[in-house]
């Protein structure tokens, strides 16, 4: 047998005998509750106009609700966001080290492309005091919170505060006393599109399933088969990870149209991981768009009741529901 063949007899041993609860049946859809807060500042020289107004970037409603039916999609209908509260600030955020923008200054930067302020971090621990985040997650009043705003706004893509926080794209925030839960800060930049919003949610899936994993070794931990590509693993690629497709070769090469073999279609009928490779090219998933990747990499998830190995064979579960992550 070829050293790929029996890479494959092990795999296919080790899911064997991995005490697997067999069924494709659909998990019940949950519905988290978002507060959302946009960062929005009105430019007085130019009318009283918002500032993504002036610079024609998108709109940040319209951005959210594109977001929320890419992931209802792309989670068979698993992932419902509610946005039970939405409040729109008329100001810049206060960065870590105390520095503000102004309009005009902003406005400048960004058109001259020069002098934007270092560091750029935002001020999480007042960010969660003005907006009163905590006793809104205590008072079970909220789940998540979404921050949207201009670019050099100062935000991680995504953040985990509470008790046991931990890396989620970045450290866990400090500075958090009287939390009861643990939750996720998003943080959207709507000069940018849906896609970017995906791949944020993207890297909150890898951040967070690698520590569901973390205690797996070898053949048993089955999310790092999951994002097994090409490049690392010549021939027996899966879905690769949200920068890297089956075959790409660098950073966000998405638009590859180099073959290459996959068994990605296994995990469209997890827990059962036996379809054969196929050859397959970005071709697959949307021939360089970003959106479609993601899109595709998200659907490849597991998504179905019943455990294997002790870990639910729904991922999404722990994506968004953090008191259910061990």
């Known amino acids: 047998m070829s050293w790929l063949g029996k890479l494959r007899s092990a795999w296919q041993t080790a899911v064997s005998s991995a005490s697997i609860t067999q069924t494709a049946t659909a998990v019940l859809p949950v ?54 509260e939405r409040i729109e600030v008329n100001e810049f955020p206060v960065k ?47 789940d998540e919170v979404w921050l949207m705003a201009f670019p050099y706004a100062g935000y991680y893509e995504s953040v985990m505060g509470g008790p046991g926080a931990f890396w989620c794209n970045a450290p866990p925030l400090g500075e958090i006393s009287r939390c009861n839960r643990r939750f996720v800060v998003m943080g959207f930049n709507y000069e940018r599109g849906v896609g970017e ?9 890898e951040s967070i399933m690698s520590h569901v994993y973390r205690h797996k070794k070898g053949d048993a931990n089955l999310w790092e088969r999951f994002i097994r590509y090409d490049k690392t693993h010549p021939g027996v690629a899966e879905c690769g990870n949200v ?11 998405w638009g590859n149209q180099r073959w290459v073999r996959s068994f990605g279609d296994s995990w469209l009928q997890f827990p059962q ?50 008191v259910d992550v061990q």
């Open 96 to 142: 870590a080290d105390g520095f503000v923008y102004d309009a005009d200054t902003y406005l400048y930067r960004w058109r001259s492309r020069t002098g934007f302020h270092i560091p750029d971090l935002v001020d999480y621990p007042r960010l969660l005091r003005q907006f009163k985040i905590i006793p809104r997650i205590n008072l079970d009043q909220i």
């Open 197 to 205: 919003m995906l791949e944020s949610f993207g890297h909150r899936v």
């Open 243 to 253: 920068h890297f497709a089956p075959n790409s070769e660098r950073d966000y090469d």
């Open 273 to 322: 991981l036996d379809a054969p490779s196929r050859r397959v090219n970005c071709s697959e998933w949307g021939d360089g768009d970003i959106r479609q990747h993601h899109l595709w990499w998200l659907r490849h998830l597991p998504h179905v009741e019943g455990k294997t190995g002790g870990i639910s064979n729904n991922w999404w579960q722990y994506a968004v529901n953090l």
């Open 31 to 84: 519905s988290p509750r978002v507060l959302l807060i946009v960062h929005a500042p009105r430019v007085m020289r130019e009318n009283g106009r918002k500032l993504h107004q002036i610079l024609g970037w998108h709109d940040p409603d319209w951005l959210a609700q594109q977001y929320i039916n890419d992931l209802r999609d792309a989670s068979y209908g698993y992932l419902n966001y509610q946005i039970v």
